[in-house]
Nanobody, 120 residues
Framework: QVQLVESGGGLVQAGGSLRLSCAAS????????MGWYRQAPGKQRELVAA???????DYADSVKGRFTISRDNANNTVTLQMNSLIPEDTAVYYC??????????????WGQGTQVTVSS
């Protein structure tokens, strides 16, 4: 099992910045992908940003140039720096870790979520 503990989030005005952090513990495979997803009311959960242990990072088009993901493989932590926030970024943000065992086998874990609210 994997436990994910999130911190950060909160209320910020448009144009402001927030930083989300997530620490993973438990059975963490040497090849994994950690990142952040978000879910706004009435919408599906979507990828925000994620990075593999090898350093490959993916971003949603809507956050490119504004958000930066970074990870510390030694400590199994991932951080999302969010700048130039807009009201459309308002959502519950979930930390995710996927243990990647092979091309066809993986296991996925979720944090409990942290609220990010951007006021206009």
């Amino acid at each position: 099992q994997v436990q994910l503990v999130e911190s950060g989030g909160g209320l910020v005005q448009a144009g402001g910045s927030l930083r989300l952090s997530c620490a993973a513990s438990g059975t963490i495979f040497r090849i994994n992908r950690m990142g952040w997803y978000r879910q706004a009311p009435g919408k599906q959960r979507e990828l925000v940003a994620a990075a593999t242990t090898g350093g490959n990072a993916d971003y949603a088009d809507s956050v490119k140039g504004r958000f930066t993901i970074s990870r510390d493989n030694a400590n199994n932590t991932v951080t999302l720096q969010m700048n130039s926030l807009i009201p459309e970024d308002t959502a519950v943000y979930y930390c995710s870790l996927r243990n990647i065992y092979s091309n066809s086998r993986s296991s996925n874990y979720w944090g409990q979520g942290t609220q990010v609210t951007v006021s206009s």
